[in-house]
Structures are given as C-alpha cells and as structure tokens.
C-alpha cells in the first residue's frame, strides 16, 4: 500500500507542477503531485503549521499513489510566498486555493467536488476553520490542531507577547509577533473554535492527537456533527514520528470512506 513503485500510466503519468498561487493580490509558492489517469482526480490540500518543519510529504506521495492530486503550498508571508503573514490570511488563503482548484480543474484534472483538507498543528486550526468557509469542501483532516485561542487565552498577561515570541521568534516572518497574536486576543469571536461548531456540524471530519489539549472542543464538534467525526488521541510525539505509517492509512482510510 505504502512501500511501493508508482506504475505510471502510460498516456497520462502521474506528475509534479510548480505553482504560484494567487491569494488577495499576493503569490503563494507550492506545488501540485498530479495523480495517474486521464480522468478528473480527487484532491487533497496540505496546511502546514507555525512555521511548518513538518510537511508530511510522505503522506502525500502515498495519497497520490492512491490516486489523489495533492497540493502543497506556503501561506502569504511564510517560506517565499508573498504576502503578510498572519493567521487570518493562512484560512484566506485555503479558500483562494480552492478558488485556484476550480479555475484550472481542466488542466490539473481536478474533481472539485472532492476537495479534502489536512491540516497539520497550526494547520489542524486552519482546517477547521476553512472549512466553515468552503460550502462544497465536505472532509478536513486536523492533526495535532493548536487551538490558538486557547493557548493566547491561557498565557493571557502582561507579558503574553513576550513569552508567545520566544516561542516562534525564531520564524523569520514579515510580521511581527504583536501584529500576529494581537488580533487573536482583540477578535475572539473569529478565533475561538467553539464559535464555529454549528458550522461544522455537516463536515467529516477526523481530530487526531498526541495529547488531550482539544478533547473539550472535540467534545463540543462531536455534539453537534451529524455527518462523520472521529477523534483519538495516539502514544506519539507532536510529528507522530513513530506512527507515520499508521496515519497515512487512517488519512487514506478516511478519504475513502
């Protein structure tokens, strides 16, 4: 399943595309691994976390050896993608990819109708929270989610700037850490996850952890989901290094399902 050669198809190989991505007047930087077969192909979107070490891209090679597209990229501000960096803009910038998706379907042989997210720690927050905002995305996958708003929340103090850019200092962003955490303790509404339950209620979704940070808001996702949800939580490490093989096939698992 995993450990395999790729038999391309012959006429129609599978493949790999440079892609810059417009997102509100900015480019993003990723890349497209196109699936084999002439036919329109499902899709799967990569969002990595703050700042985005971990790519996953051994998941991806086994979801397009699964007969998916996959595509990767770097939000606005993060990793050459143009743009200003801040947490609003990297949901932003899932729903213009999926604008992107739909514009060149034709040419990447994309099935927009089936259209999956999997987000990755500050990706897992980013799917859930896209997905509110992409009526025809109907699977999210979030991984280790960091819920933002929580954690802003509990380091809330004087000196809440202060250890929150000790901690992701080290990202070389355009932003600084009061312009990218500021608007989380100003806004909330937005951020706070419990806010976006109803919305969700009619996605599939999978939460899959290495701790019980999120098991209150899974709870609460959990309670008002009438489509599909699951959430475990796995003896690992943040990058579930030692289960890499167990989650691509819970993830294939799930886009099969």
Known sequence: MVIRDLQWDVKNPAGFAELNIPSDNSLLQGFILTANGAQMHPTLLMLHGYPGNERNLDLAQAVRAHG???????????????????????????????????KNAAKFKIDTASIALFGHSMGGFVCLKALAYLPGVKKGFALSSWDIYADVKRLAGPNQLKDLEKRGGYFVLNATPAEIFTPVIEDGNYFNLHNSVNVLAKKQIIMLDEHTHNMTLADDIKTHNTAFFDYEVWATDHPFTNRRVSLIKKVLWFLDR
């Open 68 to 102: 998916w597209n996959v595509i990767y990229f770097d939000y606005r501000g993060s990793w050459g993608s143009q743009g200003k960096f801040s947490f609003k803009n990297c949901v932003e910038d899932v729903v213009n990819v999926v604008a992107f998706c739909k």
